[in-house]
Structure formats: structure tokens, C-alpha cells
């Protein structure tokens, strides 16, 4: 082989190494971002006592790919804002999506009176998703009810017996 050659041939490897290298630190940080929000959705922070686990109710509606839910929830005081969120997982051996509500106070000197507040939350996964819910960083229990095809859950009206 000439000198030419031979200094192709190094570069060549060198720079497959370089790709080599850089392909592995990318699966690496993947890999590690995919384990943190592994770990965060599948094992929020637990409930101190199951006998207080939060129960919300809501209806349920899955309609071309969508999912709907709505629902009231209690809120601690009238100055408390509502925020929901679906964070689906596809990593389970089935699709997985939390919902996430969270309550922020928009005045601390505000009264303690218990409030109903509505919400909606819309999303597309699986007919046969797990969903499962996340109230203040509380592990909760959602208790979905089915609505009918043609009902607006935008206009819904939630009663529960009992």
C-alpha cells in the first residue's frame, strides 16, 4: 500500500470510532432520560396512609382515538387554580397515561372554604390505555364512568348515587 492509502484508510477509522462514540453517549442519555421519567411516572409519590387516598370521580368517553375525561374535583380554598396534564408512557407492555392535576393557590391569605372545580381532559392513546391519576404529587383513584356516544362531556352533569 502506498501512503495515500494508508492515510485514508486512518481517517476512515477514526472517524467511525468518532460516529461509534458519539452513537453510544446519544443511547446513553436516552436511556437515562427514558429510566428518570420511567421511575417518576410509574412510581410518583405514594400516599402516607391508603385509607386517605384521593377518589375522583369522572366520565369517561373514547371516541376516534380520543380519549375524553371530565369531571369536578375539591379544592381547598377559592383562590386555588386547577392544571391538569395527560403524560402517556408507551414504555409499559400497554400504553399507560397519567393524569396529572395540580393545585396552586393564587393568594396565601385566602379563606379555607372547599370548592368544586370542573375539568376536561383530552387525549389520544389506545381504546385500552391504563389510566391512572396524580393529585398534588398524591397517588389517587380514578373512578371512571362511561358516558354514551353521543354525550358532550363539554356540557356534562355529574351525579353520583350514595
Not at 375539591?74 to 397519567?98: F, G, K, M
Request: charge should be negative; aromatic fraction near 6%; proline fraction near 5%.
Amino acid at each position: 500500500m502506498d501512503k495515500k492509502n494508508t492515510i485514508a484508510i486512518v481517517v476512515l477509522v477514526i472517524v467511525a470510532i468518532l460516529v461509534l462514540i458519539f452513537a453510544y453517549i446519544q443511547s446513553v442519555r436516552t436511556a437515562q432520560e427514558n429510566a428518570e421519567w420511567n421511575e417518576w411516572i410509574n412510581h410518583p409519590a405514594a400516599p402516607a396512609n391508603e385509607e386517605n387516598i384521593k377518589i375522583i370521580t369522572a366520565k369517561h368517553q373514547y371516541k376516534d382515538g380520543v380519549h375524553t375525561i371530565a369531571g369536578d374535583v375539591e379544592l381547598p380554598t377559592p383562590c386555588h387554580i386547577l392544571e391538569t396534564e395527560a403524560r402517556i408512557s408507551q414504555d409499559a407492555p400497554s400504553e399507560q397515561v397519567t393524569i396529572v392535576f395540580a393545585s396552586k393557590s393564587s393568594d396565601p391569605e385566602c379563606d379555607p372554604i372547599i370548592v368544586s372545580e370542573r375539568f376536561k381532559v383530552v387525549f389520544k392513546a389506545d381504546e385500552d390505555a391504563e389510566i391512572l391519576g396524580i393529585f398534588d404529587g398524591e397517588n389517587i383513584i380514578l373512578n371512571l364512568i362511561e358516558a354514551g356516544p353521543d354525550e358532550n362531556l363539554d356540557e356534562f352533569e355529574l351525579y353520583i348515587k350514595g
